[in-house]
């Protein structure tokens, strides 16, 4: 439904020019939960912003549907702009308007009737869970309420698209996970496609089927969210997915020389990854009883993405060397990831 199309956009600033998007060609299919993630300075911002033209890029098509957005005739493009819905860190609402006033604001100049506008506003209302709050004004509300009001109000003009710019980084970890939540419901209720900007790969792992990388104004990675936890190939995204995951604390454990990893002759470390959606086999207790290995797990890392169990294990496992070898390959075979973190097989 999104396609960008080799777009780039610069930016002079202090006589210097600012490579904010550098050449990206991407496609965000329909009624999906797609993330952009990457750190400050990105251009992931820039780059959703060219979806709507709040950005206009320097070259390159950005095309909505069957629709050229960026060849658009100024009359036109306001037009297009009522099927994109945005939603802000800040909230960005009238202080001096009612809740109920503020998400009939995009109304105002349409053809709908006083009692139609009225209507549309409560079933928002319901919609978002705030119909309590109908009458009362933005500072009575907590910043989550505040944010579902923003989330009501970008829905007003029905848009097929809504995008989340950094949306949930005020909020309280329990808040972020209703607002996420909300999004997800959104998303099945009404088939609408969300595109979530954040440098939080929780939230990604939380509601994103597809996620994107950007890294100085480039794309560096992309795909499937369970492919990319599972496998990711960039530094960057290694990085992003170790945020989530206790798994990487190993190698601080190594560089503190911590007793608990501190290997006797004839042991190693090995650090299990699933990288299939099936992560249900004992797989575990299947080396230690076919290899007659000791598989001490230090610690672990599983949960859902989706419906599919992902994450692994690091352990400490003693045999015979030929042993561990012979299970490290029957591991992979199975499409496991596994990394020897520590080697202590060979007698020095």
């Known amino acids: 439904m999104i396609v960008f199309e080799n777009v780039s956009k610069t930016f002079q600033a202090n006589g210097k020019t600012v490579e904010a998007v550098k050449d990206v060609n991407l496609s965000l299919e329909e009624g999906k939960i797609h993330g952009i993630i990457g750190f400050s300075g990105a251009g992931k911002s820039t780059l959703v912003r060219c979806i709507n033209l709040l950005e206009r890029p320097t070259a390159g098509k950005v095309v909505l549907g069957d629709v050229e957005i960026t060849a658009l005739p100024e009359k036109e493009l306001r037009e297009e702009r009522k099927k994109i819905g945005m939603i802000f860190q800040q909230f960005n609402l009238f202080a001096s308007r009612t809740v109920f006033q503020n998400i009939a604001y995009p109304l105002k100049n349409s053809r709908m009737s006083k009692r139609e ?29 505040k944010q579902r009001v923003a989330i009501a109000r970008a829905l007003a003009n029905d848009p097929k698209i809504l995008l989340s710019d950094e949306s949930t980084s005020a909020l309280d970890p329990q808040t972020t996970k209703s607002i996420l939540k909300l999004l997800k419901q959104l998303n099945d209720k009404l088939g ?7 440098h939080e790969m929780q939230v990604v792992k939380e509601i994103c089927e597809n996620v994107v990388v950007m890294e100085n104004g480039r794309v560096v990675e992309q795909g499937d969210v369970f492919h990319i936890f599972a496998n990711p190939v960039e530094r960057i995204t290694r990085d992003f997915v170790d945020s989530t995951s206790n798994l990487s604390k190993i190698h601080e454990l190594i560089n503190e020389k911590a007793e608990m990893i501190q290997l006797k002759e004839g042991e190693c470390i090995l650090k299990f990854t699933y990288l299939e959606r099936d992560a249900s086999e004992a797989l575990v207790s299947h080396i230690s009883r076919s290899f007659d290995l000791n598989v001490n797990i230090i610690f672990g890392n599983i949960e859902l993405i989706g419906d599919h ?3 692994g294990l690091v352990s400490i496992v003693s045999g015979k060397e030929s042993s561990i070898t012979d299970a490290i390959d029957y591991l992979r075979g199975k499409n496991v990831g596994v990394e020897v973190i520590l080697d202590a097989r060979v007698s020095k």
């Open 117 to 145: 506008i009225e209507d549309k506003v409560n079933y928002l209302l319901e919609l978002v869970e705030l119909k309590e709050k109908t009458n009362v004004y933005p500072s009575q509300l907590s910043g989550g309420q």
């Open 192 to 198: 609408i496609t969300i595109v979530v900007i954040t």
């Open 309 to 311: 169990p992902i994450g």
